[in-house]
């Protein structure tokens, strides 16, 4: 008696498990909230905020000169090709890359802070505002910063003067 029962109650469980769900795809199929977009993505401080200081982006450029250059034009950073590679990306991201394939001859081997102060002098070279205060060296801390970059000037905006 107790297993019949049991089935009883399953099939009547489960019968309003299908019509709870029946319901719901119709009430959403009529609903004009229900989309299937991507959510927007998550605004917060930017490249664009002055998220590091001149000294450290000194100090960068230094790092830059003696472990860099040999291997990297400036040209590679900056502009287009920076914007192609990292826009919308954490800082996170581009800390992790540097921190770990770099330099190329020995990849792995710039301290944190080092890293921190090429990512600075990165952002100085691509034109971005100094603030008052060095980026952390630290993925963790980094994750907060998306990478913006200022758009590029339009043909028209660099006329010349007859």
């Known amino acids: 008696m107790t297993r019949l029962l049991y089935r009883t109650m399953l099939c009547f469980l489960g019968a309003g498990l299908v019509s709870a769900s029946a319901a719901h795809a119709q009430t959403a199929k009529k609903s004009p909230a229900h989309t299937t977009a991507k959510a927007p993505v998550a605004s917060g401080p930017t490249t664009l905020n002055g998220i590091y200081t001149d000294e450290q982006s000194a100090r960068g450029r230094d790092v830059y000169l003696g472990s860099c250059k040999s291997c990297h034009a400036p040209e590679s950073h900056t502009g287009a090709t920076f914007a192609k590679w990292w826009r919308g990306k954490r800082l996170s991201d581009l800390f992790a890359f540097i921190s770990t ?3 190329k001859n020995d990849p792995g081997s710039l301290a944190p802070d080092d890293v921190a102060d090429v990512m ?5 070279m691509n034109q971005m505002p100094v603030g008052e205060a060095d980026l952390p060296a630290d993925a963790d801390s980094l994750k907060k910063f998306r990478i913006e970059t200022k758009p590029a000037a339009s043909p028209s905006a660099k006329r010349t003067k007859p």
């Open 101 to 103: 394939r770099m330099p």
């Open 120 to 124: 600075a002098y990165l952002l100085k």
